[in-house]
């Protein structure tokens, strides 16, 4: 269809902007620093993300946000979600019901690979518009893109650095049945869904141990960016 058409043309665009970027920041042209913040459900990510846009200035882009955007009945990934699951997971007013698509997919890994083929190349082509955007209206700002699965993106190659957040097992789980009120067995689902922590630390430039309070956290990411009332770009690169 003429829809599906535009569709596939407005990825593809955005994937030789990626290829663009890629040329530009090994030519020197590309001032912009980008951070990929990655880690398992419950570590935390939100934390440091609060830590880098409040007292770093950071421009922050966050997946999901992205992917729930793009599940909207206007978005690129609706009709094939629609498509693979059925109309049982559509409300009614329309939208995805993402409870009831979460909990058929967190019960099946090929049902969850056939949703990321759906999705992913879709969230990571309206990342890289985003960041050119952000590049546009600011050359030498500092961008943190999140989510828990960076590693393999096609804009991974753009980051400057990629932090792993860290927590310990125990941690996640308190945090994951306070903040959502989740069960044991759906939370175990969701971590083995996910990378292990040896995949995370081997993909990652930096680890940050979320595991003890915000100060603590605030001071290893002092460690690799410097004071927040300097510029992130020049003190932490």
Same mark, same amino acid.
């Given at each position: 269809?003429?829809?599906?058409?535009?569709?596939? $043309?407005?990825?593809?665009?955005?994937?030789?902007?990626?290829?663009?970027?890629?040329?530009?920041?090994?030519?020197?042209?590309?001032?912009?620093?980008?951070?990929?913040?990655?880690?398992?459900?419950?570590?935390?990510?939100?934390?440091?993300?609060?830590?880098?846009?409040?007292?770093?200035?950071?421009?922050?882009?966050?997946? @999901?946000? =992205?992917?729930?955007?793009?599940?909207?009945?206007?978005? #690129? $990934?609706?009709?094939?979600?629609?498509?693979?699951?059925?109309?049982?997971?559509?409300?009614? @007013?329309?939208?995805?019901?993402?409870? =009831?698509?979460?909990?058929?997919?967190?019960? $099946?890994?090929?049902?969850?690979?056939?949703?990321?083929?759906?999705?992913?190349?879709? =969230?990571?082509?309206?990342?890289?518009?985003?960041?050119?955007?952000?590049?546009?209206?600011?050359?030498?700002?500092?961008? =943190?893109?999140?989510?828990?699965?960076?590693?393999?993106?096609?804009?991974?190659?753009?980051?400057?650095?990629?932090?792993? #957040?860290?927590?310990?097992?125990?941690?996640?789980?308190?945090?994951?049945?306070?903040?959502?009120?989740?069960?044991?067995?759906?939370?175990?689902?969701?971590?083995? $869904?996910?990378?292990?922590?040896?995949?995370?630390?081997?993909?990652?430039?930096?680890?940050? @141990?979320?595991?003890?309070?915000?100060?603590?956290?605030?001071?290893?990411?002092?460690?690799?960016?410097?004071?927040?009332?300097?510029?992130?770009?020049?003190?932490?690169?």
């Amino acid at each position: 269809t003429l829809l599906a058409s535009s569709a596939a $043309s407005d990825v593809y665009k955005r994937q030789i902007l990626i290829l663009e970027a890629a040329g530009m920041k090994q030519n020197k042209e590309w001032k912009m620093k980008i951070i990929g913040i990655t880690g398992g459900v419950g570590s935390g990510k939100s934390e440091i993300l609060n830590i880098l846009e409040n007292e770093y200035g950071a421009r922050i882009i966050i997946a @999901d946000l =992205v992917a729930h955007k793009l599940m909207e009945p206007d978005g #690129i $990934s609706y009709k094939g979600i629609v498509k693979a699951f059925g109309k049982g997971i559509v409300k009614a @007013d329309g939208f995805i019901d993402r409870e =009831v698509l979460g909990s058929i997919v967190f019960c $099946s890994e090929r049902k969850l690979k056939i949703l990321n083929e759906i999705t992913h190349k879709n =969230v990571d082509a309206e990342i890289m518009r985003q960041i050119e955007e952000i590049r546009k209206e600011d050359p030498n700002a500092l961008v =943190v893109c999140e989510a828990a699965l960076l590693v393999g993106a096609q804009y991974e190659s753009l980051f400057d650095q990629l932090w792993y #957040i860290y927590t310990k097992e125990e941690i996640r789980f308190r945090r994951l049945k306070a903040s959502r009120g989740y069960s044991d067995r759906k939370i175990r689902q969701m971590m083995e $869904s996910q990378k292990t922590e040896e995949e995370f630390k081997a993909a990652a430039t930096h680890v940050i @141990d979320n595991s003890g309070d915000l100060e603590e956290t605030r001071r290893q990411i002092r460690e690799i960016l410097g004071d927040a009332a300097q510029s992130p770009a020049a003190s932490g690169f």
